[in-house]
């Protein structure tokens, strides 16, 4: 995970920014009318008298065969994989539940930790109110979510604070190739986590956590719009702190910019970024060669 | 529910067929609506109706709290409509009274029969309504408010849920009655009309009526919420503008 310059990325995001077909993008009201002829109503739409209908609010997406609406608000809807923020609710004899924003309460078994945990014992290790990164593992039709803090980056968060956007913004937060949040780590040194669900898990010294929390805020208000990726560059060197960091200085976790105990080393999963098809609806339009 | 108080019955409409405030009889009051007024909630809505203020949010589809409530095979969907003490001249004594739980109960009944609540079993999605000042026509207009709340949190359902009161003034049938007209009128029939299917989900009516005079008013109030229904889907587009940045302050 390489927080130094990344020109490739700043550039592409550029492009996507400024060069995107708005035309392209259907917003459409639950009962509204689809054309959809021929198509396989999807999620997002119902059928009636031989129409389809929109059942959210949301863009239209009409990949043949199937004619569906992505939705641009509303809860969090697990998926498989997806890494997110939750904090605990409740504590059991051998689960902890969590609230991950989703429609339920997630379980956390005591098996899915990386820890030796005593069934009865489950409060040694997470109280109410801790925050934790974690891992939908699977989801069965009732609707309940099973999570497992096995894997990667995933753990205990300590110390920090959580900021909440709007789920269906992460693929902006994160930017085309974790370009977004890359940029966002590079200009102001906070360790960042950003959870699939709308809660970003923010660490670093109190100035940097605010300016964070500002961009994400920035950008749950602006997501929907182009041109983002430079007002939030923009904001960010207006808010340059005067002493230290500067924008291209590649940083690491310098003592006394983070908290130095025993806060586990994680970042984001800036990695390869979400699969833009699944995770992208705002961006989804083709790259260049 | 006449203001007893009142002495003189105010005349409701004009020799030229006008009403008290110079509305012609199908005319509806200024409406503005305003998607996303609260932050915290999943989804929420402000709306000016007249003299009407109202304001609503939605959370869910969340746990159910009190948990006996839960249903094994869909949302159950709690809706909560109140008026601050506030809200009119004299001071309303707050909390729930009769009026308040009937309204509750109807305007969660007409979301039942649009909301897809099967696709999220075990859950609840709780409906606020507050009635911030009155001028009659408030469960029309808090239903629209929050029907354009849940749009806004992202519920799945069949369309949104214009609602309008009808009633009849001065012997004449007419749109969107404000207090004078309520209160000294001859009828009132407040209904909630889902535009795709053109069915009804919530009709009530208080007053005296004649056959004809009904099948008029229930033609004029669906018309009064097809027109609504435009606003509404408005309030939404406007909230979910697609353009570019800027304009927008940070």
Request: charged share 25%; net charge negative; aromatic share 4%.
């Amino acid at each position: 995970m390489s927080r130094g310059h990344r020109p490739a990325h700043r550039r592409r995001g550029r492009e996507e920014s400024s060069s995107r077909p708005s035309g392209e993008r259907i917003l459409v009201l639950p009962g509204e009318e689809l054309p959809a002829h021929g198509l396989k109503p999807g999620p997002g739409t119902y059928r009636t008298g031989g129409k389809v209908y929109a059942s959210v609010l949301g863009l239209l997406s009409t990949h043949p065969p199937v004619v569906q609406v992505i939705p641009l608000s509303g809860r969090y809807i697990p998926k498989p994989r997806d890494l997110v923020i939750g904090t605990v609710t409740d504590v059991q004899g051998t689960f902890w539940l969590l609230d991950i924003g989703a429609p339920r309460w997630a379980p956390l078994h005591m098996t899915g930790t990386p820890w030796k945990v005593d069934i009865g014992d489950t409060e040694r290790f997470l109280h109410v109110g801790d925050a934790v990164a974690v891992e939908v593992e699977n989801l069965d039709p009732t609707g309940r979510i099973g999570v497992t803090m096995m894997g990667d980056n995933l753990g205990k968060l300590e110390g920090g604070t959580i900021v909440h956007v709007s789920p269906a913004r992460i693929p902006r937060v994160v930017g085309r190739g974790g370009s977004m949040i890359q940029m966002i780590t590079r200009h102001t040194g906070a360790q960042i986590v950003v959870g699939q669900n709308g809660r970003i898990w923010v660490n670093g010294s109190p100035d940097a956590i605010r300016r964070v929390a500002a961009v994400l805020r920035l950008i749950d208000e602006n997501g929907h719009r182009s041109g983002l990726t430079e007002r939030v560059e923009s904001y960010l060197l207006s808010t340059l702190p005067t002493s230290d960091v500067g924008p291209e200085e590649p940083r690491g976790e310098s003592a006394g910019r983070l908290a130095p105990d025993d806060t586990p080393p994680f970042l984001g999963p800036t990695g390869p970024g979400p699969d833009p098809d699944e995770r992208d609806p705002e961006t989804n339009e083709p790259e260049g060669p | 529910m006449g203001n007893v108080g009142a002495k003189e019955v105010p005349v409701l409409l004009s020799p030229e067929g006008l009403r008290i405030d110079g509305r012609k009889l199908d005319e509806l009051r200024p409406l503005s609506i305003r998607a996303g007024a609260l932050h915290q909630a999943d989804g929420s809505a402000y709306v000016e109706w007249g003299a009407n203020k109202v304001l609503a949010a939605v959370y869910g589809p969340r746990e159910v709290h009190p948990r006996h409530l839960q249903q094994n095979h869909k949302a159950v969907i709690q809706c909560r409509y109140n008026m601050a003490a506030f809200s009119v001249d004299e001071r309303k004594r707050p909390g729930l009274d009769r009026r308040s739980q009937e309204i509750s109960k109807v305007i969660g009944e007409a979301f039942e029969s649009v909301v897809f609540a099967e696709e999220y079993p075990r859950t609840s999605i709780d409906v606020y309504i507050e009635v911030l000042q009155a001028n009659a026509g408030t469960r029309c207009a808090g239903l629209v408010a929050a029907s354009v709340a849940l749009a806004d949190a992202g519920i799945p359902m069949a369309d949104l849920l214009p609602a309008v009161a009808v009633g009849k003034v001065g012997g004449a049938i007419a749109l969107d009655l404000k207090k004078e007209e309520d209160n000294f009128g001859e009828a009132d029939l407040p209904m909630a009309l889902v535009p795709q299917s053109g069915r009804l989900v919530l009709l009530q009516m208080e007053g005296h009526m004649t056959e004809p005079e009904l099948a008029q008013a229930l033609d004029l109030g669906v018309k009064g919420c097809r027109e609504i229904y435009e606003k509404m889907k408005q309030a939404l587009r406007d909230r979910y503008a697609v353009g570019p940045a800027g304009g927008v302050g940070a």
